[in-house]
Antibody, heavy 120, light 111 residues
C-alpha cells in the first residue's frame, strides 16, 4: 500500500525558510523511473507544481520559483525534503507531496497535504 | 495565471454528460501525450482520474474518459452523478525545462 505524508511547520514568518518533509511507504525511490514531487495550492486557488526529484537524484524546479527551492531525498529513510527560502504571505498554501514516474509525469498517489501559513 | 486554460465552471444534470476542456500550447499539450486529469473534493487531496491522455487508473469509473486534439485536451464525464461534483484539474508534461504545468481548475456542479 502506497502512502505519503507531509510534515512541517504550520506557521512561518515572512523571510524565514520553510522546510517540509515527505515520508512515504509502499515504494522505493531507488526504483528506476520513480519520482516524488511537491505541489502546492493556495486557499481557493489552483494547483501549482513546485519541484521533482527522481530515482537517479535528478532534480527539477518550477521556473518561477527555482531560485528559492531545494529538493533532496534520503532513500534509506524513505523521505523527500523541500526547502523554500524567503517565505512571503503569498506562499500561504497547502503543500502536497505526490508520487510520479518518468516517463508519464502523472501523480498517482498524493499525501493529505499540510497547510502552511506565512504571517508575522 | 495558470499555464493551461480551463473553463472556470461547468454544470450538468444527473445522467447527462459534460466535457471539460484544457487548452495548452505546442510546447506542452500539443507535443506530448502526457496529459493527466485530477478530481478534488473540498478539503481533500487530488485524485488521479486519467493519465497519458486517455488511460484510466484501476478503480476509476469508466464514466470518465479523456481525449486530445491538437493543443486541447478534454475530460468527459458521462452519466453524471452527484458524487462527481468537485474541482477538476488538467496537467501536462511541458518539456525538460518547465517539466509540468497545471490548469486553473474547473468547478463541476451537478444540478
Amino acid at each position: 500500500q502506497v502512502t505519503l505524508r507531509e510534515s512541517g511547520p504550520a506557521l512561518v514568518k515572512p523571510t524565514q525558510t520553510l522546510t517540509l518533509t515527505c515520508t512515504f511507504s509502499g515504494f522505493s525511490l531507488s526504483t528506476s523511473g520513480m519520482c516524488v514531487s511537491w505541489i502546492r495550492q493556495p486557499p481557493g486557488k489552483a494547483l501549482e507544481w513546485l519541484a521533482l526529484i527522481d530515482w537517479d537524484d535528478d532534480k527539477y524546479y518550477s521556473t518561477s520559483l527555482k531560485t528559492r527551492l531545494t529538493i533532496s531525498k534520503d532513500t534509506s529513510k524513505n523521505q523527500v525534503v523541500l526547502t523554500m527560502t524567503n517565505m512571503d504571505p503569498v506562499d500561504t498554501a497547502t503543500y502536497y507531496c505526490a508520487r510520479s514516474y518518468r516517463p508519464g509525469f502523472y501523480f498517482d498517489y498524493w499525501g493529505q497535504g499540510t497547510l502552511v501559513t506565512v504571517s508575522s | 495565471q495558470s499555464a493551461l486554460t480551463q473553463p472556470a465552471s461547468v454544470s450538468g444534470s444527473p445522467g447527462q454528460s459534460i466535457t471539460i476542456s484544457c487548452t495548452g500550447t505546442s510546447s506542452d499539450v500539443g507535443s506530448y501525450n502526457l496529459v493527466s486529469w485530477y478530481q478534488q473534493h473540498p478539503g481533500k487531496a487530488p485524485k488521479l482520474m486519467i493519465y497519458e491522455v486517455s488511460k484510466r487508473p484501476s478503480g476509476v469509473s469508466n464514466r470518465f474518459s479523456g481525449s486530445k486534439s491538437g493543443n486541447t485536451a478534454s475530460l468527459t464525464i458521462s452519466g453524471l452523478q452527484a458524487e462527481d461534483e468537485a474541482d477538476y484539474y488538467c496537467c501536462s508534461y511541458a518539456g525538460s525545462s518547465t517539466l509540468v504545468v497545471f490548469g486553473g481548475g474547473t468547478k463541476l456542479t451537478v444540478l
